[in-house]
């Protein structure tokens, strides 16, 4: 699942971002200043990191050199009004993989993260198949039979997951930290609600009943004896 960290600070910018991101089946998290953002890529894996220049606390240059000088290797997509070719230079110079320029259209920003998703190399694995069932991870699609199916994000995410890791049993627990932001987390009856609409619309598609099977007092698990994997 792609994970993405948005550093800014102006909410005008930073809600419509992680909104449309969202939307796009990516896993988002927002820190409105650079310590927070510094603290958020210490602690948790980012796929893609999207700096403001001028944060608070940290600016985002500094803290793109602070970053990489840790060693951090993700891409980075810097965000700023300044348009200078000087400042677009320093961006580049402090680690940026990336930079746009303030305003830009969501769709600019969204084909920047797949841009910078197939430079960072093969990390999302190729299309996911189990019979008539397709995941595309790089294009963030999801087909039975050649139909696509209508998820939400949180949908998507966790038939990613459990795709990606078949006969494997997932706890509520572990799904709760994998599907939901930190600061918006659910709860046991959140993630029974998400298993439940996903497994009605993978039936209502054609899929076998047990394909997402319940392994009571443990979890959930995709079941490998469902369909043949192509």
């Not at 197939?118 to 069932?133: C, D, E, F, I």
């Not at 497994?199 to 995709?222: I, N, S």
Request: a negative charge; glycine letters at 8%; proline letters at 6%.
């Amino acid at each position: 699942m792609v994970r993405i960290l948005i550093a800014e600070d102006d909410e005008r910018i930073a809600i419509p971002l992680a909104e449309d991101l969202t939307h796009q089946h990516y896993l988002v998290d927002v820190a409105a200043d650079g310590k927070a953002a510094w603290h958020y890529a210490s602690t948790y894996h980012y796929d893609v990191l999207l700096l403001d220049v001028m944060l608070p606390e940290i600016d985002g240059f500094a803290l793109c050199r602070q970053l990489r000088e840790a060693g951090y290797e993700q891409p980075i997509l810097m965000l700023t009004a300044l348009d200078r070719t000087t400042d677009r230079v320093a961006g580049l110079d402090s680690g940026a993989d990336d930079y746009l320029v303030k305003p830009f259209s969501l769709e600019e920003l969204g084909a920047r993260v797949r841009a910078l998703l197939r430079r960072s190399g093969p990390t999302r694995g190729p299309v996911l198949k189990a019979g008539p069932l397709s995941l595309d991870p790089l294009m963030l699609q999801a087909t039975y039979g050649g139909l696509p199916l209508h998820l939400t994000p949180k949908e998507y995410r966790l038939l990613e997951c459990l795709l990606r890791h078949p006969g494997q049993i997932f706890s509520r627990e572990t799904l709760l930290d994998r599907l939901w932001e930190p600061a918006h987390a659910g709860g046991d009856d959140a993630v029974k609600a998400l298993v439940l609409r996903l497994r009605r619309k993978l039936q209502e598609a054609g899929a076998p009943q047990d394909l997402l099977k319940t392994v009571h007092g443990f979890g959930y698990c995709f079941n490998r004896s469902a369909m043949e994997f192509e």
